[in-house]
């Protein structure tokens, strides 16, 4: 999609509302569904000691805040949003009863549910084991039907081969994909569909299936910085403009994901905020990168892991309703994109699936704690620099005090048991040798 079809394809026309003034922006499913633009992502619920439930990034293992995830949900129905995405593998294997019960003290017909079937464990593989993980998430969710049920994460695989056959494993082989077909025409999932991270050959090997499947919606990682310049990240990675095109030639409703890149896109430095803050000098960066996600008319909502009632609310009136972006927007967000890649980025989302690491480490924690410094401007690289001295010795303390010394990136052994599960493709040893190269500079230059 060139530059002209992707603002033929926007939402028109604009709404003359200011976000915030209004009422939630809403698309239509396959069925007629009635869907917020705005979904909510039950991954990293808040705990009791303020943080939330993904220890490995940036988390604890304290108890979710139950009382307020209520408060939450409350708040999101109040004001327009009803699509709610939770996942077995999510906060400790704990996300979907934390949201079925909150869910619960609101009418069936003031939500819709999604979850998905997360065998990633090759003990999951069977389709004893994938059924029941079906039927639990059912229970769990205090519901007898699913309004959208996903095959969770295709794509993974270190090879094109292994990717392609361990989507067979998991889905075909085991006879689950037709078990949930047989759902679907039972009324017990209103719409089945994937999430894609990974091969482009598995993604296209599944819209093969269309024809028989008739997927109901994919959900996908699209974020301003992925549409044109995921594979400059990582040749393994799909830029998101393919993968929508691919979908909106099928008519197939699309489920963003990642529209903030793991959190990235919400803190980005200053080089990238003067691209952008002369078209809109109040805007943040999650609300530029909301609106990116939202103007493509196919999407149909956009989810977001949001741990605290200020990011609920932000994201609420980004939406309500949704101002679509202009010719002159798109253009400032594709300068702002490739100012960011020129930076030193680590391009984790923090999903932690490379985790736990065999030897310790505390791989997302290590990528997040060099990504804030870049974009704080804490990394000193210049001994030139008259400050140089004095912030070579404030990151060293920093990062000693975050990390323990058995999680430090110098424990690495270079095994790679991490890389293949990384749905970014990540070269993580190399990248853990990186911050460890460059802390070992830092007290080197300490010692000269």
């Not at 994909?177 to 017990?188: I, M, N, Q, T, Y």
């Not at 999407?299 to 605290?308: A, I, K, P, R």
Request: proline fraction near 6%.
């Amino acid at each position: 999609m060139n530059r002209r079809s992707f603002f033929a394809a926007l939402v028109n026309p604009p709404s003359s509302a200011e976000a915030g003034s209004g009422a939630m922006t809403v698309r239509t499913g396959g069925h007629g569904e009635r869907i917020s633009l705005l979904g909510y992502g039950a991954m990293r619920y808040p705990t009791v000691d303020g943080s939330h439930a993904n220890a490995h990034r940036g988390g604890s293992n304290a108890p979710i805040d139950t009382e307020l995830v209520q408060r939450q949900i409350d708040y999101c129905i109040a004001h327009g949003v009803n699509y709610f995405d939770t996942s077995p593998a999510y906060c400790r294997g704990e996300s979907e009863k934390v949201l079925g019960d909150a869910l619960a003290k609101h009418p069936r017909d003031a939500w819709f549910v999604a979850t998905k079937l997360s065998n990633f464990n090759p003990k999951t593989h069977s389709f004893e084991a994938s059924r029941e993980m079906y039927e639990t998430s059912k229970r769990l969710l205090r519901t007898d039907h699913l309004d959208f049920y996903l095959l969770h994460s295709i794509g993974g695989g270190s090879t094109q081969a292994k990717a392609l056959k361990l989507f067979d494993t998991r889905f075909i082989d085991n006879g689950m994909l037709d078990f949930l077909l047989k759902e679907r025409a039972a009324g017990r999932i209103r719409n089945l569909g994937f999430s894609f991270h990974g091969n482009e050959a598995v993604f296209r090997h599944a819209l093969t299936l269309h024809d028989k499947v008739h997927w109901d919606f994919v959900q996908i990682q699209l974020n301003w910085v992925d549409w044109h310049h995921a594979q400059e990240v990582n040749a393994r990675n799909v830029n998101a403009e393919t993968l929508y095109n691919l979908l909106d030639e099928r008519a197939i409703p699309v489920v963003v994901m990642e529209p903030l890149l793991g959190g990235r896109l919400a803190k980005v430095n200053e080089r990238v905020m003067r691209k952008l803050a002369p078209l809109d000098p109040a805007a943040t960066p999650a609300r530029w990168s909301f609106r990116f996600a939202g103007s493509l008319p196919r999407v149909l909502t956009v989810l977001s892991g949001m741990t605290y009632l200020e990011h609920i609310q932000e994201n609420v009136k980004t939406y309500s309703p949704l101002r679509p972006l202009e010719r002159r927007e798109f253009d400032t967000l594709e300068r702002a994109a490739r100012a960011f890649l020129s930076d030193d980025t680590i391009p984790c989302t923090g999903c932690d699936y490379c985790m736990p690491c065999p030897y310790g480490l505390d791989i997302p924690g290590l990528f997040r704690f060099w990504e804030d410094a870049l974009v704080a401007n804490r990394l000193p690289d210049d001994p030139s620099d008259p400050a140089y001295a004095a912030n070579r010795r404030r990151f060293l303390v920093d990062y000693e005090r975050t990390f323990h010394k058995l999680r430090r990136a110098e424990r690495c052994t270079g095994c790679g048991r991490c890389a293949p599960h990384c749905p970014q493709a990540i070269d993580i040893p190399a990248m853990i040798r990186k911050v460890d190269r460059f802390v070992e500079t830092l007290r080197r230059n300490g010692r000269a």
